[in-house]
Each structure stands twice: as structure tokens, then as C-alpha cells.
T-cell receptor, first 111, second 114 residues
Framework: GESVGLHLPTLSVQEGDNSIINCAYS??????FIWYKQESGKGPQFIID?????DKRQGQRVTVLLNKTVKHLSLQIAATQPGDSAVYFC??????????FGKGTMLLVSP | NAGVTQTPKFRILKIGQSMTLQCTQD?????MYWYRQDPGMGLKLIYYSVGAGITDKGEVPNGYNVSRSTTEDFPLRLELAAPSQTSVYFC?????????????FGPGTRLTVL
């Protein structure tokens, strides 16, 4: 079946650097994508989303880029902070607001 | 608003025992979901509901049952616990009226079956 996956399981960066987390999706019919952040022992927390009629969306220190041609999604975090250390999941909609989640990328930020 | 709350936070079951995981949301969301998350993995959808009295299976429904008698509550029932059901369980809710189909998650229930 079609699924959402991630390129890198772990990303280590220095505090202050910009981080880029990538995600590949295979369902060309997906029209909505979300990035979630999950800290240890907590539930996923919404970060930012994007619909398929957009190729870029910005939030506070975060930007999501969508490339429908190659079915690629990325999350950019500017000036990464230790508090950004977490597992990041991309997810795509599956109808009735159901979501299909990727396996996640762990972001480790060193001071 | 408290958002999505789940009880209990932790539970250890013996094989064959049963239990109900509770989930309540106070955001008046019509849609509610149950996921399980195995170590190092993403979330897999167990069951979901688009409103009171309506439930449907997700990707991994076997061994679980749900009911939705009110908008606020969406309990998940395990009838005969098995070691394969050891996992962290997350409940979530969303509203189709929101611009985004954003799901809001509870803090999770960590279940161990021995």
C-alpha cells in the first residue's frame, strides 16, 4: 500500500543552526500534509500544515515546503534550539480526517 | 480547555485480562481517533469516529473495540490482552469545521501486557 516515509532516522545539529527534516510520500492523491513534534513521553503536537495547492508555508521559525513533482515534503527549523529536540513526524490525510504517519525523525540539538 | 485527556497514564495487564482506556475531549470535536505507537515507530490508526454513534476501523483494529455514545468520550476496549498489544496508546480529536484537519492528541497511555 502507499505510505509516508522519512529519509533520515536521526538528525544531529548544533544550537543556532538551521535544521531540515525530509519526508517522501507516495500517494499522489493526498492533498493535505501535517508535521507533528513529539517530545519524550508526550503526545504528538501540531507544528504546521500545508495543502497541496501550496508549495510553501511559514510559521514561527518553521517552514514547510511541498514539492508535488517529486512527492517530497520538508520541514525547516530556523535557529534550532535545544527545546526543538524531539521526534518529528510527517503525516498525510487519508479521508475522514484520518492521517497516515511516517516513522519519524529524531532531531538532536547540541548546545 | 483541558483538550484531550486520557486515563490511565500507565497500566500493566496479564495476558487474557481486559481493560478500557478512557479518552475525553472538551473541544466539542466531532472526530475522534485511537492510535497505537510501538517503540521507534509512527502512529497506527486503530479506530476512529466521525460522531456519536458512528465508529469505523482503522489500520490495526483487531483485538480492540470502541464505542461513541457521546461527543466527548471515546473509550477503547481490550477484551483479551495479548503481549502484542504492549504499546503506547494515543487518543486524538479534530473538527471538520477547522481550516486544517488538525488532530489534537492526548498525553497517551502506556500499556504493558505480561
Amino acid at each position: 500500500g502507499e505510505s509516508v516515509g522519512l529519509h533520515l532516522p536521526t538528525l544531529s545539529v548544533q544550537e543556532g543552526d538551521n535544521s531540515i527534516i525530509n519526508c517522501a510520500y507516495s500517494n499522489s492523491a493526498s492533498d493535505y500534509f501535517i508535521w507533528y513534534k513529539q517530545e519524550s513521553g508526550k503526545g504528538p503536537q501540531f507544528i504546521i500544515d500545508i495543502r497541496s495547492n501550496m508549495d510553501k508555508r511559514q510559521g514561527q521559525r518553521v517552514t514547510v515546503l511541498l514539492n508535488k513533482t517529486v512527492k517530497h515534503l520538508s520541514l525547516q527549523i530556523a535557529a534550532t534550539q535545544p527545546g526543538d529536540s524531539a521526534v518529528y513526524f510527517c503525516a498525510e490525510n487519508g479521508g475522514y480526517s484520518t492521517l497516515t504517519f511516517g516513522k519519524g525523525t529524531m532531531l538532536l540539538v547540541s548546545p | 480547555n483541558a483538550g484531550v485527556t486520557q486515563t490511565p497514564k500507565f497500566r500493566i495487564l496479564k495476558i487474557g485480562q481486559s481493560m478500557t482506556l478512557q479518552c475525553t475531549q472538551d473541544m466539542n470535536h466531532n472526530y475522534m481517533y485511537w492510535y497505537r505507537q510501538d517503540p521507534g515507530m509512527g502512529l497506527k490508526l486503530i479506530y476512529y469516529s466521525v460522531g456519536a454513534g458512528i465508529t469505523d476501523k482503522g489500520e490495526v483494529p483487531n483485538g480492540y473495540n470502541v464505542s461513541r455514545s457521546t461527543t466527548e468520550d471515546f473509550p477503547l476496549r481490550l477484551e483479551l490482552a495479548a503481549p502484542s498489544q504492549t504499546s503506547v496508546y494515543f487518543c486524538a480529536s479534530s473538527s471538520p469545521e477547522d481550516f486544517a484537519d488538525t488532530q489534537y492528541f492526548g498525553p497517551g497511555t502506556r500499556l504493558t501486557v505480561l
